[in-house]
């Protein structure tokens, strides 16, 4: 069982940077895959980055590539969420996943657990 617990999203303004931390419970949080998703008003939730259990292997949305960067440091059972010049589109409620499975990296159907979600609010 792994319980997540997002933070650090606000309202900002277009062209400032946030960074979104999810802290883990459990003992196995560094045996689990992590992934960031983000669900818009009247929109499905979208994959936006995730990251190996090691923190060696990161993937990305085409719409967030060069502009966010996904972390973990699996010693206090966290993975992060660098955002870069952010965008009035990138509003959204953004989630922290776990997956166990090797396959799904981008399919939100593959994993585990969720957060409860945190706020981004962009104002351009």
């Known amino acids: 069982q792994v319980q997540l617990v997002e933070s650090g999203g606000r309202l900002v303004q277009a062209g400032d940077s946030l960074r979104l931390s999810c802290a883990a419970s459990?003992?196995?949080?560094?045996?689990?895959?992590m992934g960031w998703f983000r669900q818009a008003p009247g929109k499905e939730r979208e994959f936006v980055a995730a990251?190996?259990?090691?923190?060696?292997?990161?993937y990305y949305a085409d719409s967030v590539k060069g502009r966010f960067t996904i972390s973990r440091d699996n010693s206090k059972n966290t993975v992060f969420l660098q955002m870069n010049s952010l965008k009035s589109e990138d509003t959204a409620v953004y989630y922290c996943?776990?997956?166990?499975?090797?396959?799904?990296?981008?399919?939100?159907?593959?994993?585990?657990?969720w957060g409860q979600g945190t706020q981004v609010t962009v104002s351009s």
């Open positions: 996943a776990a997956r166990a499975s090797l396959r799904g990296t981008m399919d939100l159907n593959a994993y585990d657990y």
């Open positions: 459990g003992r196995t949080f560094s045996s689990y895959h």
């Open positions: 990251i190996n259990w090691s923190g060696v292997t990161t």
